[in-house]
C-alpha cells in the first residue's frame, strides 16, 4: 500500500430527501471572462498606465506614447497633436469632463471636443502632475485637486490652479494618491499618500497635514487609496506598493501579503470595488503579478492563464453600463483589457492541467453542511477538492497519489445504493475513494505504464451479483465478478484496444445490455454473446468516444454517440438486438469531433468538441443550436475526454485543454438596454469636418459619415444601417459597415439617419445629421424658375424621365457600393488578422516581429534587444513517423510553453516553419540566455499528445542567442545573423542546447554568463 489520503468526502446513504443543498458560489468560485485589446486593434507598443470611460461611453487610454480613445471598433490617438506626449493618468469630474495628467506638460482637459493644456505659461504652480482627483470641502462643495511629483497639492478654484495652502506641512517629494472618508476617523476626512514618506491626513475645518502612523508604511509609497462602504462599515484600503495592500476601518488595521495562498506580489498599484450581496464588498487590486480579487477572506488572482494580455496590470477602472453592469477596465503592460461582470453565463472555475493537456474529470456532489463540493481531476496536477471556499489538492508530488495524471472521476452506486467514487490514473491505476475517509489503490490485472488510462468505470447487478466493468485506454476491457477479474478478448480487435465509456441499457423486459463505445467500433453484450458494430452496420465513424442513453420526446431510448470526424451519432435502441442510426440530421456541429452527449433538466443537449460547445434545444420535431466558444466566454475551445458534468441546478461543467470553465443557465441574459450610437467623425473630400451637420459645398465629390455603436461586449457583431432621407425611400441592409459614404450628390437638403442594434439585437436610438449640399449658381432655384418658364412644355416629360433614371441609377450604384464596402472592411479586417498571426499557433508572424525589429532600429534612443532564435529538432522525422497533425500538435505545444515561460514584455513569434523567435527588450546575454535555458528545459519537459497513438512524444528544441543595440537597418540583419549562426552551432553540436554568438558591438555591453547546455536523449 502506498498510503492512505485523508480528506473530507462523505458518504451519501438512501433514505428520505432532505433540503436541497446550496450550490456553490461562482462568483468567488470563477474568473471573469477577458477581451483583450493590443496592437492590431489600435493600441501602441507601449506600457499602458491608466484607463477611463468618459461620459458619453468612449474609452481612453493612457500610456507613454499619449493619449488613444476607442469608440467600439478601433482605438486611435486624437489628432490633436497636444496629446502625443506622455500622460500618466486620467480622471472625470463631476461635471462630466475628461482630465488628463500630463507626465511633465501639467494638465488638459476635453472641451466642446477640443484638449486645453494648464501649464506654468496659464500660471500653474507645478506641470509635473501624477494624478487628479476630487473631494468635499466643509462647505459641501466639491474641489478638483492635482497631486504632483514636486510640488504638493494644487487646487483648481475659479478655473485657475493653486498651490495648496497646506503644502508646508508635506514632506518633500511626490504626492501619488489622494482620497477622501466621510466618517472614518473624522468627518470628511483628506487622505494622501506619498511617494516615500507613507500616509498623510487633514481634518475639514482645519488646517496642516499630519502623518498618520502606520507600522510598516512610514516610509512607503503609498501607490493608491480608495474608499469602500459607508457609516460603520467605511473603509480606506491602501496600495502600498513594495509592502502590500491595507484596509483601515473602525474595527483597526488588516493587512495582506505577499505569500502562500494570499497576494502574489506586493508590488500593488490600483484599487477598485463592487458591491457584493453581503456587507463586504470585492475589491479588485491591480499588481505587477495579474490582478486580484478580494472578497472577504476569499482572494484569486487572475494573469495571462486566464487572458490578459499581460500579468503586470498598472491601472484599473470600475464603469457601470447602461444595463447596470459592472464593467472592469484593466490597463496592462501590454494592452487593455476587459471584463464585464455578472453579464456572462460562462466563467473559469480553475486552471489545473493548464501547463499540461486540461482537466478530465469535473464532479459536484453535496458535502456534509448542506452544501455543494466541486471534484476536479487534471492532467499532470492530480485531484483536487472545492469545499467551504477553499481548494484542497493531492497531487503525486506531496505523496498523495501513485501517479499525477488523472483520467477518470467516477461516482456509482452499489446493490444497496450507497455512493461508491472511483478514481482513474493514466499510468493504469484505479483507486477507491472510501467513507472514513481514505483512499485505496485496487488490485487489478491491467499492465500499470504511463498511457494506459483507466478511461471508464461501471458499476451493475447481474444475476443477484454486483458487476465491475472497467475501460483502459491501450490494453482494452476488463470485468470484475465473483471476486475475480477477467479481460475480455473479441475476434477482429487489432492493436491497442482503446475503451471509451460503458453503457448498461435495460430493455423493457428487464433484460440488460452493455454498449461500450472503441476505437474500433461500438460493442454490444447481452449478457451471453459479444457483437461489434462498424461501418457496415450503418456507423458513420467506427472510432468512437462518449456514449450517452437517452429517451426522445416519443420515449425511445436513443444512444448518442461521439465520434472523432464525424460528430454525435444517434442510435434507436429501443431494440437493442436490433439497432439502427437515425437518419434525420442535426444541426452541423462546430467540429467533427465530439466527445459527450449530456442533457439538462429542462431536456437541453450539450455536446463537447474541439472547438468549443453545442447546445442543442428542442424545437418542434428538431432542435435550435446555439455554439459557445471563447467569444462567449469559454476559457478554451478544445474540450477533453470524459470532463463534462451537469449538477443539480443545470450548470454545466467543462474540462477543457485549458483547465475547467462552468456555464450557467441562470446568468443567461440578453442586454436590453440600449447601447449609445455617436457620431465619431465628418469628412469632406477627404478632410476631417467639425460639428454635428454638414454643408457640403459646391463642387464637392466625396462626403462620408463614420459613426460607432458604444457597446461593452462582442462589438464586432454590432450591426448598423442607414438611409438618406430626401434621396432613399428606405433603409438600407444591416450591415457591420459603421461608415456611409456618398459621391456626387445632387444639390439639395438630406437627413442621414442612421440605426445600431448590438450583438443581442437590441436596438439603440437612431442619430441623424443634416446635409446640405450647396449647388453652383446655375443651380439655384431662382435660375431654374426662369428655364422653366421657357421650357417647361419641351423639357417637363423628358426632365422627369431623366430624374428617374439617374435617382435609381445612384440607388443602384449605392447599393453596390454598400455592399462591396462591406465585403472590403470583411476581408480587410481578416486580412489584418491574418498579416499578424500565425494561424497554426496563435503568436506573433514574422512580419510582425520583423516590423518590430525595424520601429526599434529607428528609435531616437537606441536600445538593447536580445533575440533567440529557436528550432524544432528532428521535426521532418517527427512527421514522417506520426504525420503532420503530429507536427501541428508539436508546433502548438511548443507555442503554449513558448507563452508559458517568456516574460510579460516579450514578442514570441513563428519565425517561419518549425522555426520561433523571442524578442527581449532592454536584456543583456547573461538574461536572454536564462530565458532561452528555460524555454528549452520546459519544452523537453513536455509531451505531445499524438491523437490514436500512445505515448505521448517527447519533443526538443534547439536555441540560438544574440544580444546587439539597434541603431540602424543594418543592426537588425546583423542581430538576425549572430542568432541565427548561434543556432546552427546549436544544432552542429547535438542539438537539444543553446549556444550564443557574441556581436562585436553589444559584446561589451553583455554581461558575461553560461552557455546552457542539455545533453540529448538517446535516441533522439
Known sequence: MWGLLCFAVCGVAGGRPGPAPAAIDLSDLGAPSFTSFGPRDGLPHAVLLDVLTDREGFV??????????????????????????????????????????????????????????????????????????????????????????????????????????????????????????????????????????????????????????????????????????????????????????????????????????????NDLY????????????????????????????????????????????????????????????????????????????????????????????????????????????????????????????????SGALPFPSVSLLKFTQDGAGHRQRWLGLGNGDLLRIHDGPRLAREATPWPRVPGNSVLDVLVRQAEGQEERWVGTRQSGLYRWRNGQWTQIQLEGIQGQWRIDQLVNQRDAQGHDWLWVTTNQGLLRFDGQHWQVLGRESGLPDSNLLGATLLDDAAGRPVLWLGSTSVGAIRMDVTDPAHPHVLGDRLPPAPDSTVYSALRDSRGRIYLCTNNGVQRLTPQGAGYRSQVFTRREGMLHDECNTHGQSIDAQDRYWVGTLGG????????????????????????????RVPGTSLQVPAGAREVDVDYALLSWDRESESRFRSQLIGAEDQPGPWTAQSRRSFSNLPAGRYRLRVEARDHAGTPSTPLEVDIHVQGHWWQHPWVWGMAAVGLVLAGYGLSLLRTRHLRAR???????????????????????????????????????????????????????????????????????????????????????????????????????????????????????????????????????????????????????????????????????????????????????????????????????????????????
Not at 510553453?897 to 516553419?913: E, I, K, N, P, S
Not at 499524438?946 to 537597418?969: M, W
Open 60 to 265: 481612453w487610454a493612457a500610456s507613454p506614447n499619449g493619449l488613444y480613445r476607442y469608440d467600439g471598433r478601433l482605438w486611435s490617438a486624437p489628432e490633436d497633436p497636444v496629446m502625443r506626449r506622455a500622460v500618466d493618468s486620467l480622471w472625470l469630474d463631476r461635471d462630466g469632463v475628461l482630465w488628463a495628467a500630463l507626465r511633465d506638460a501639467g494638465v488638459a482637459h476635453l472641451q466642446a471636443g477640443r484638449w486645453q493644456v494648464e501649464d506654468l505659461s496659464t500660471g500653474m504652480p507645478s506641470q509635473q502632475v501624477r494624478r487628479l482627483q476630487e473631494t468635499l470641502d466643509a462647505q459641501g462643495r466639491w474641489q478638483l485637486h492635482a497631486l504632483t511629483w514636486d510640488r504638493g497639492v494644487m487646487t483648481r478654484r475659479q478655473g485657475r490652479w493653486q498651490a495648496d495652502a497646506d503644502n508646508a506641512s508635506l514632506p518633500p517629494g511626490p504626492v501619488l494618491s489622494m482620497a477622501q472618508t466621510r466618517q472614518l476617523g473624522a468627518p470628511l476626512r483628506q487622505w494622501l499618500g506619498t511617494g516615500s514618506e507613507g500616509l498623510w491626513y487633514r481634518d475639514a475645518g482645519t488646517t496642516g497635514w499630519q502623518r498618520m502612523h502606520i507600522e510598516g508604511i512610514d516610509v512607503a509609497q503609498i501607490e493608491f487609496l480608495h474608499v469602500t462602504g459607508e457609516g460603520e462599515h467605511e473603509a480606506l484600503w491602501i496600495s502600498a506598493f513594495g509592502v502590500g495592500l491595507l484596509k483601515l476601518d473602525a474595527r483597526g488595521l488588516q493587512r495582506w501579503q505577499a505569500g502562500p495562498g494570499a497576494l502574489p506580489t
Open 270 to 397: 490600483d484599487l477598485a470595488s463592487t458591491p457584493s450581496t453581503d456587507a463586504d464588498p470585492v475589491l479588485w487590486v491591480s499588481t505587477r503579478a495579474g490582478l486580484v480579487r478580494l472578497h472577504g477572506e476569499h482572494l484569486e488572482v487572475f494573469d495571462r492563464r486566464h487572458g490578459l494580455p499581460a500579468n503586470a496590470v498598472r491601472g484599473l477602472q470600475m464603469w457601470t453600463s447602461p444595463a447596470g453592469n459592472p464593467v472592469l477596465w484593466l490597463a496592462t503592460e501590454s494592452g487593455i483589457a476587459r471584463t464585464v461582470l455578472d453579464a456572462s453565463a460562462w466563467s473559469t472555475a480553475s486552471l489545473m492541467g493548464a501547463r499540461s493537456t486540461g482537466v478530465f474529470a469535473a464532479l459536484v456532489e453535496p458535502d456534509d453542511h448542506g452544501g455543494e463540493r466541486l471534484w476536479v481531476g487534471a492532467s499532470e496536477d492530480g485531484l483536487a477538492l472545492y469545499q467551504g471556499h477553499r481548494w484542497q489538492r493531492f497531487t503525486a508530488q
Open 660 to 687: 475547467l470553465t462552468v456555464y450557467d443557465p441562470r446568468h443567461e441574459t440578453l442586454p436590453t438596454e440600449p447601447k449609445p450610437l455617436r457620431l465619431t467623425a465628418r469628412w469632406i473630400d477627404g478632410q
Open 810 to 1020: 445612384q440607388a443602384e450604384l449605392e447599393a453596390h457600393v454598400i455592399e462591396r464596402t462591406t465585403a472590403l472592411a470583411a476581408a480587410n479586417q481578416r486580412l489584418v488578422e491574418l498579416s499578424y498571426v500565425d494561424s497554426l499557433t496563435g503568436l506573433a508572424n514574422r512580419r510582425q516581429l520583423m516590423e518590430l525589429l525595424e520601429a526599434q532600429s529607428r528609435q531616437s534612443s537606441p536600445r538593447s534587444l536580445a533575440l533567440i532564435l529557436m528550432d524544432v529538432d528532428h521535426f521532418k522525422a517527427l512527421n514522417d513517423a506520426h504525420g503532420h497533425l503530429a507536427g501541428d500538435q508539436a508546433l502548438r505545444r511548443l507555442a503554449a510553453t513558448l507563452r508559458h515561460c517568456a516574460d510579460d514584455q516579450a514578442l514570441v513569434a513563428r519565425y517561419g516553419g518549425e522555426e520561433f523567435a523571442c524578442v527581449l527588450q532592454d536584456a543583456n546575454l547573461g538574461q536572454a540566455l536564462a530565458m532561452a535555458e528555460r524555454i528549452r528545459a520546459g519544452v523537453a519537459a513536455s509531451r505531445v499528445a499524438i491523437p490514436g497513438e500512445t505515448p505521448p512524444v517527447c519533443v526538443t528544441i534547439s536555441a540560438g542567442v544574440a544580444v546587439a543595440v539597434l541603431a540602424r537597418q543594418e543592426d537588425v540583419d546583423a542581430l538576425l545573423r549572430c542568432a541565427d549562426e548561434a543556432l546552427y552551432r546549436a544544432k552542429h553540436e547535438g542539438r537539444n542546447r543553446v549556444r550564443a554568438q557574441v556581436m562585436p558591438a553589444a559584446a561589451a555591453a553583455a554581461s558575461p554568463g553560461p552557455v546552457a547546455t542539455a545533453p540529448e536523449p538517446d535516441g533522439r
